[in-house]
């Protein structure tokens, strides 16, 4: 069980367009998804908490307008890269926690690899 | 803030070596712990969790303690394979299920 898939699992975009990834817990409600972003070699960096029916929580340093997220359901989270610039491209991986709570263990998606050209 | 460290790699051991990866930790509260593997071009893979002080983690061969004395939470396996070749995570989750995430050792097991 905890199963987290994500889609696409890579693309290939040309700079200025919009991709978007979606992150699906398969057997598991999620009322919070988080995503994170590694670049080659590095390790995860957190980028947002996406939550179901309010808006998402961005750290520091995350530009909002540019990493768009929508939590649509209890089972699906989107990630909208708008306007892609090759700074863009790296590898994006969403996660759920599968049990309500602190310290919860957290499912990670096989991740999506971005290159924006 | 939380933190984790790290040891530095890459790793390189042969076969049947045992392996030590250091973590240790700094964090508020009482978090939980996690072992993650990552193999290339791949997303993660929980390995092993610990959840409160001196529990044990163990998976696969693979073991790691929750020490609260020593802030750690170090990986040993006894014997590796060249199957265990991979990027190694150790991580901890403190609240509202945030992850933070240590730097990655990367494992290299030659024949």
């Known amino acids: 069980g905890a199963v987290v898939s994500q889609h696409p699992s890579w693309v290939i975009c040309k700079s200025g367009t919009s991709v978007k990834i979606e992150c699906r817990s398969l057997?598991?409600?999620?009322?919070?998804m988080f995503w994170y972003r590694q670049f080659p070699k590095q390790s995860l960096m957190l980028m947002a908490t996406?939550?179901?029916?309010?808006?998402?929580?961005?750290e520091q340093g995350v530009e909002k307008d540019k990493f768009l997220i929508n939590h649509a359901s209890l089972t699906l989270s989107t990630l909208t890269v708008t306007s892609a610039h090759p700074e863009d491209s790296s590898f994006y991986i969403c996660?759920?926690?599968?049990?309500?709570?602190?310290?919860?263990?957290?499912?990670f998606g096989p991740g999506t690899r971005l290159t924006v050209l | 803030g939380n933190s984790v460290t790290q040891m530095e790699g890459p790793v390189t051991l042969s076969e049947e070596a045992f392996l030590t990866i250091n973590c240790t930790y700094t964090?508020?509260?009482?978090?939980?712990l996690f072992w993650y593997v990552q193999y290339p071009g791949e997303g993660l893979q929980l390995l092993l969790k610990?959840?409160?002080?001196?529990d044990k983690g163990s998976n696969k061969g693979f073991e790691a303690t929750y020490r609260k004395e020593t802030t750690s939470f170090h990986l040993e396996k006894g014997s590796v394979q060249v199957s265990d070749s991979a990027v190694y995570f150790c991580?901890?989750?403190?609240?509202?299920?945030?992850?933070?995430f240590g730097d990655g050792t990367t494992l290299t097991v030659k024949p």
């Open positions: 964090a508020t509260g009482y978090p939980s």
């Open positions: 996406s939550n179901e029916g309010s808006k998402a929580t961005y």
């Open positions: 610990a959840t409160k002080a001196d």
């Open positions: 057997d598991f409600q999620a009322t919070t």
């Open positions: 991580a901890l989750s403190a609240y509202a299920g945030k992850s933070t």
């Open positions: 996660s759920a926690p599968h049990q309500a709570g602190v310290g919860d263990t957290q499912y």
